[in-house]
């Protein structure tokens, strides 16, 4: 059974930083794309960013505009979102997810991926 936990959600103040976690278990992320989405309230769920199997393709939402960096570590089964110069716009519960596509110029939608963590609450306020 495919399992995904986030981690490393917190408050932040403006200008900030938070990384963020995800453990996979159940099944190994050497060939999987993985990808971080966040939603906050009355919004629908958006992507941050995607990153394909071996890493090669990265995508990011526009909204990111270089202050993030995805990573992962297929030995650890561990995906990571750096994220720094935090916003308040950035407050939301971001989620971890596997199984869907990255493309470098759209990167994917939510519902296809279809594995989902329970998400982590990222709060940036003064």
């Known amino acids: 059974q495919w399992q995904l936990a986030e981690s490393g959600g917190g408050l932040a103040q403006p200008g900030g930083s938070l990384r963020l976690s995800c453990e996979a278990s159940?099944?190994?992320?050497?060939?999987?794309?993985m990808g971080w989405f966040r939603q906050a309230p009355g919004t629908e769920r958006e992507l941050v960013s995607c990153?394909?199997?071996?890493?090669?393709?990265?995508h990011f939402g526009w909204f990111v505009q270089g202050r993030f960096t995805i990573s992962r570590d297929n030995a650890k089964n561990m995906l990571y979102l750096q994220m720094n110069n935090l916003r308040p716009a950035d407050t939301a519960t971001y989620y971890c997810?596997?199984?869907?596509?990255?493309?470098?110029?759209?990167?994917?939608?939510?519902?296809?991926?279809?594995?989902w963590g329970q998400g982590t609450q990222v709060n940036v306020s003064s």
């Open positions: 997810a596997a199984g869907g596509p990255c493309w470098s110029s759209t990167g994917g939608q939510p519902n296809e991926y279809h594995t």
């Open positions: 159940g099944f190994t992320l050497d060939y999987v794309t």
């Open positions: 990153i394909t199997s071996n890493g090669g393709t990265t």
